[in-house]
């Protein structure tokens, strides 16, 4: 049976940011991996976790889903503390990587070639504030052309590094103004079919 492991990293700000739509998101990919035989780990990071657990979660899954509001333009904070732990452990246990890739015996190979995690799969669903029009287009001030996946390079960076594979985004636009959240809702497991193909 294959694994999903689901990462909730939504950060509580109570009275403005409570998480109930990252949960939603959440437990509609539980829904679809439930539906599709897989076996479901899961951390909700806010919670708290064992770094040691996390490492193994990461090591049985095939598949890992980030689920992410975007603060500030990156994942909550308890997500970069959750990376350095858990990527730093994998990396001193060697389970994560072997080095970065590059060796002197070999000038050809790559930074970011000594990842340990080959034939795993990473995704971000990601919540936004910001409107779908605002990526992908030059004439945007803020992003200036570029697309989610360049916003999210800090994020994907740590499991490529690694050997992930990078699945492509799912995203919620424009939450609080002009979004349509049920209609981004009833697509994910969709988008979910599409990228795993299942």
Not at 104 to 115: A, L, S, V
Not at 141 to 156: H, K, Y
């Amino acid at each position: 049976m294959k694994k999903v492991l689901l990462i909730n990293t939504h950060l509580t700000y109570p009275n403005w940011s409570e998480g109930l739509l990252n949960d939603a998101f959440n437990q509609k990919a539980k829904e679809f991996f439930e539906n599709n035989q897989f076996e479901i780990l899961t951390t909700k990071v806010e919670d708290g976790y064992d770094v040691d657990e996390e490492v193994e979660k990461h090591m049985q899954a095939d598949v890992i889903i980030l689920q992410t509001p975007i603060n500030w333009f990156g994942a909550p904070w308890i997500y970069k503390k959750y990376v350095d732990e858990v990527f730093n452990c994998g990396l001193h246990s060697a389970k994560f990587l072997s080095g970065d890739g590059r060796t002197r015996e070999d000038q050809t190979r790559q930074y970011g070639t000594g990842g340990n995690l080959i034939g795993k799969k990473f995704m971000v669903c990601a919540t936004w504030n910001a409107p779908k029009d605002s990526f992908d287009n030059p004439d945007q001030l803020l992003f200036e052309g570029r697309s989610t996946a360049d916003v999210l390079i800090q994020i994907t960076s740590n499991y490529r590094f690694c050997g992930v594979e990078i699945l492509s985004d799912y995203n919620c636009f424009d939450i609080f103004k002009d979004g349509d959240i049920v209609r981004d809702l009833e697509k994910y497991p969709q988008h979910l079919s599409k990228v795993l193909d299942i």
